[in-house]
C-alpha cells in the first residue's frame, strides 16, 4: 500500500555541478525537493520506488547507477556502469542527498497509454506492506515566449490544473490526464504522474514549490497518509 510519495522535477541543472555559477538559482527548488524527500523517511516504508518518465519502460535494481554527463560533469549516482535515464539518474541523486535508499527504480515511457501507467503503479503499491513513491516529472515547456517550446496560451491553466490536484492529491484527476494535450504542451510529466495515480489512494497533498525558472514548470509536492 501507498502511504507516501515525494513529486520532484529533474532537470540536469538541479545538480549544482552541473549548474556552476548559476547553481544558487535553484536553492529554494532544491530546498523543496529535501522536505518532500523526507517524508520518504518519516513513513517508515519498507519499501522506496522511483518513477519517471524516460524513452522505454524499464525495471531497474536497487543497485542500478546513472551519470549525467550527457548534460556536463561526469556526476555520478549509485556505485555501478551507470545505466538510469536522466528522470532516474536525478531520484537517485536526490535520495542520496537524503541518505536514503530505492528499492528499486522504475521508468515508464513519455507516451504510455494511461492503463499502462496505472497498472504500473497499482503494482508497485502492491510490493509491500508499506510502500513510499518519489516520482519525478517535470511541468509544462510552454510557459513563456523563452520556454523550449515556445508559448502556449494554455500551458499555464493546464500547468496550474495539474498543480492543484497534486496539491489536493487527487489521484483520479491525474488518471484522466490526456496524452495528446500533454505531449502537444510539452508536459513531460505526464506518464510518470499518471503512475502516482494509479498507486495512490485516501492521501493528503501539499505543494512546496511551483515556479518555472527557465521557461519549464517544477512543481514539488508531497503526499502523507
Known amino acids: 500500500m501507498l502511504v507516501a510519495a515525494a513529486v520532484c522535477p529533474h532537470p540536469p541543472l538541479l545538480v549544482p555541478e552541473l549548474a556552476g555559477a548559476a547553481a544558487a538559482e535553484l536553492d529554494e527548488l532544491r530546498a523543496a525537493c529535501a522536505a518532500a524527500?523526507?517524508?520518504?523517511?518519516?513513513?517508515?516504508?519498507?519499501?522506496?520506488?522511483?518513477?519517471?518518465?524516460?524513452?522505454?519502460?524499464?525495471?531497474?535494481?536497487?543497485?542500478?547507477?546513472?551519470?549525467?554527463?550527457?548534460?556536463?560533469?561526469?556526476?555520478?549516482?549509485g556505485p555501478g556502469e551507470p545505466v538510469l535515464p536522466l528522470s532516474?539518474?536525478?531520484?537517485?541523486w536526490l535520495l542520496e542527498r537524503e541518505h536514503l535508499t530505492a528499492s528499486g527504480f522504475h521508468s515508464i515511457s513519455f507516451d504510455a497509454a494511461p492503463a499502462e501507467c496505472a497498472a504500473l503503479g497499482g503494482r508497485l503499491a502492491a510490493t509491500a506492506g508499506r510502500v513510499a513513491m518519489l516520482v519525478m516529472a517535470d511541468g509544462s515547456a510552454c510557459l513563456t515566449e523563452k520556454s523550449p517550446g515556445y508559448l502556449d496560451l494554455r500551458a499555464r491553466p493546464y500547468n496550474t490544473a495539474i498543480v492543484g490536484a497534486?496539491?489536493?492529491?487527487?489521484?483520479?484527476?491525474?488518471?484522466?490526464?490526456?496524452?495528446?494535450?500533454a505531449a502537444e504542451l510539452w508536459f513531460a510529466g505526464r506518464a510518470a504522474l499518471q503512475v502516482?495515480?494509479?498507486?495512490?489512494?485516501?492521501?493528503?497533498?501539499?505543494?512546496?514549490?511551483?515556479?518555472?525558472?527557465?521557461?519549464?514548470?517544477?512543481?514539488?509536492?508531497?503526499?502523507?497518509?
Open 166 to 181: 497534486l496539491g489536493r492529491a487527487e489521484a483520479p484527476a491525474l488518471a484522466e490526464l490526456d496524452p495528446g494535450e
Open 88 to 92: 532516474l539518474s536525478i531520484g537517485r
Open 37 to 77: 524527500v523526507g517524508v520518504l523517511r518519516d513513513a517508515a516504508a519498507e519499501a522506496i520506488v522511483v518513477v519517471g518518465g524516460a524513452d522505454r519502460a524499464v525495471a531497474y535494481g536497487a543497485d542500478a547507477s546513472g551519470s549525467l554527463a550527457p548534460w556536463g560533469p561526469d556526476v555520478r549516482t
Open 196 to 225: 502516482l495515480g494509479g498507486a495512490a489512494d485516501s492521501l493528503n497533498g501539499e505543494i512546496l514549490y511551483d515556479e518555472a525558472p527557465y521557461g519549464v514548470g517544477y512543481f514539488v509536492a508531497r503526499w502523507t497518509a
